[in-house]
């Protein structure tokens, strides 16, 4: 599978850094990590790594001097591989037990925060191949901690995307709230968002990413979530969805708002008798398959901030990978459903809210203050917990691949 980083140059990368702090989201198709890089020569402390939580994770120092500088960095395996994922993890022994600088803690003692239903179901596993617990935060509240962290702290996360224009929207972290966040992984989580840990999870749906990705494998014979990702971008959902048009001869039924080229049936046309799957082309079934998932999703969540008075609803999870096709459906769902008067957004780092909640957890804990920035600029914000100081942008050309620069803080 492709991964946010090829294994090898996160380790060719580890050997220049140190891994201080790790996080999971282990979810139902895939696993993500994020986890901080020091940098060595600006490393203020003794040089911790990761350790138990009661013990030196929690490292101090003076009044807002930097403890620890370097990059949050972020991975992804897929769930049904996670021996991929516990080699690359394994590979990062050293740090994780402090063998090189004779510090190692009780294997007992090490935990790793985890999230997501895997951080229950692969415990067992975690203890048994890397001697490490599994320290389980609440996936609900990891995605809203993550997703207010990134959109009050990280410049340029959130943007519009419509008839291919994508448009940064500026955050204004005083004013965020309410707000409807939808997280479309396997399943999908619709939650009301009111505040730093003031959320409901008000509704969701199974026809998900993992409905589009099972039945897109069945139907195409497709290998990879990208292979029919990409053979949808090529396709034309026309010849299998069933339109207004193929119902009333070819015109418009103006009368209640639907043109003629508005989907009336998706895979309608398939009911035909003369034709089978082998007659379709994999990139018109892949493409009506991404229309119909993303379109539903798109009514749902219009629906529910409609529900609730929303106007502004986020879209987050691995499901939309920066996909413009994706994007545009669930865009244009929501303005039509809303007339105009909802808007989806998207996160830059729109798989990740789950690992980044989970990360920060640990700053709840112990550490005194994630500081993320951009060397030219600093914008200061006030984060998710009182007295926590947060500079940040994200580095300008960073994508799924991206890393982040940030610092971490003690006041
Ligand atoms: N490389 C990939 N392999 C498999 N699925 C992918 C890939 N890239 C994107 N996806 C899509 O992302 C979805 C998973 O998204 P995400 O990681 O946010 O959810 P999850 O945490 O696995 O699911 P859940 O939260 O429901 O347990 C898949 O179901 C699929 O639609
Ligand atoms: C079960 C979870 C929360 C696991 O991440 C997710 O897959 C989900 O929200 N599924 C949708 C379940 C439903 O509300 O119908």
């Known amino acids: 599978m492709d991964r946010l980083a090829d294994v090898s140059n996160l380790r060719s990368s580890q050997s220049q850094t140190q891994i201080s702090h790790l996080a999971l989201d282990i979810g139902g198709s895939l696993i993500k990590l994020v986890y901080f890089c020091r940098y060595d020569d600006s490393c203020r402390d003794d040089g911790d790594e990761l350790r138990s939580q009661n013990d030196s994770l929690c490292s101090k120092s003076d009044n807002s001097q930097p403890v620890l500088e370097g990059r949050l960095h972020f991975a992804k395996f897929e769930t049904s591989k996670i021996n991929d994922c516990l080699d690359f993890l394994h590979s990062m022994k050293l740090c994780l037990d402090g063998s090189h600088d004779g510090t190692a803690p009780p294997s007992n003692k090490i935990f790793i925060k985890a999230t997501g239903g895997g951080a229950y179901k692969f415990a067992d596993l975690f203890k048994e191949k890397l001697g490490v617990s599994l320290d389980k935060e609440d996936e609900m509240e990891c995605l809203v901690t993550g997703a207010n962290f990134l959109l009050k702290a990280v410049h340029q996360e959130a943007f519009t995307y419509l008839d291919g224009q994508k448009e940064f929207v500026q955050i204004d972290p005083n004013d965020l709230y309410p707000y409807l966040l939808v997280n479309i992984g396997s399943g999908v989580s619709m939650i009301k968002v009111d505040g730093d840990g003031k959320f409901e999870r008000v509704s969701g749906t199974s026809l998900g990413g993992g409905t589009f990705w099972g039945l897109g494998r069945l139907l ?192």
């Open 220 to 411: 195409t014979k497709c290998k990879n979530f990208d292979e029919l990702l990409e053979l949808s971008h090529r396709g034309n959902n026309r010849i299998v969805d069933m339109l207004v048009g193929d119902i009333y001869g070819g015109t418009d039924y103006a009368k209640i708002g639907l043109s003629s080229t508005t989907i009336a049936s998706s895979f309608g046309k398939a009911i035909s008798d003369s034709k089978e799957l082998e007659d379709y082309e994999p990139e018109d079934v892949s493409r009506s398959l991404l229309r119909m998932i993303s379109n539903n999703i798109g009514q749902i969540s219009y629906l529910n901030a409609l529900r609730f008075g929303l106007k502004r609803i986020f879209f987050a999870g691995f499901f939309i990978r920066g996909h413009a096709y994706t994007m545009d459906t669930i865009s244009v769902a929501v303005n039509f459903w809303s007339k105009g008067e909802a808007k989806a957004m998207f996160l830059r780092h729109e798989g990740f809210l789950g690992a980044l909640g989970a990360f920060m957890s640990y700053e709840k804990q112990c550490l005194d203050g994630l500081t993320v920035h951009k060397m030219q600029q600093k914008f200061p914000i006030s984060a998710s917990s009182a007295g926590d100081n947060i500079y940040c942008s994200l580095n300008s050309n960073s994508d799924e691949n991206g890393s982040i620069e940030c610092t971490v803080y003690g006041t």
